[in-house]
């Protein structure tokens, strides 16, 4: 480079300050894309008796202190409170932890049924934080996913400290017909 070159950059250069921290602090986002949500929506529409009506592409991820909580039309708030505060006893719990998400789900469908089957209605599910899981509370956020496609799911909700806290989940499930059936007669009977 000349002399002349050098000046004419110098000079060109005079006004421009140097840039204090050229690093850029990047933070992993994930992005969805139209292929992602295509899956989604087509997962979504998979019905209960196919084998993978539970998706395993793409459950929004939620962070390990989120809270999961859910609730049907029709559910009473009376009962979605007492749900909410561990006021209803524990009839059945599921430990989701060191199971892939295959096995937890198929492990979710096979407990929800012989529930139903056995009129068990209040259920804990413990699937852990996932603090340390990468991403975080994958498993977490899949069971929050999962949940409200269950039609036997009446209502979800993060569990109380004693109970496992964010890292587990109280489910109420639907009553089964012979139930139904029986609150019925009894009603009848009082106000008969």
């Not at 300050?17 to 994930?30: F, G, S």
């Not at 084998?51 to 909580?69: C, G, K, M, Q, V």
Request: hydrophobic residues 35%; proline residues 4%; positive net charge.
């Amino acid at each position: 480079m000349s002399r002349d070159d050098s000046d004419l950059f110098q000079q060109m250069m005079g006004d421009i300050t140097p840039i204090k921290q050229d690093t850029v602090n990047l933070k992993k986002a994930y992005q969805l894309t139209d292929a992602h949500l295509a899956k989604r929506e087509a997962a979504e529409t998979v019905t209960e008796g196919e084998p993978d009506y539970l998706s395993l592409d793409n459950a929004p991820l939620i962070r390990p202190e989120d809270i999961i909580a859910f609730k049907r039309n029709g559910v009473q708030e009376g009962v979605y409170r007492k749900l909410r505060l561990g006021k209803y006893p524990i009839q059945a719990k599921l430990d989701l932890h060191k199971r892939t998400l295959e096995q937890a789900r198929t492990e979710i469908v096979h407990f929800f049924n012989k529930c139903m089957r056995m009129d068990i209605r209040t259920v804990i599910l413990v699937h852990g934080k996932g603090e340390r899981s990468n991403p975080p509370a994958l498993m977490k956020s899949y069971v929050a996913y999962w949940l409200p496609q269950i039609k036997n799911v009446q209502c979800v909700h993060s569990a109380q400290r004693f109970h496992g806290g964010t890292g587990a989940a109280y489910v109420l499930l639907r009553k089964s017909q012979d139930k139904k059936i029986e609150t019925k007669e009894r009603h009848q009977k009082r106000l008969g």
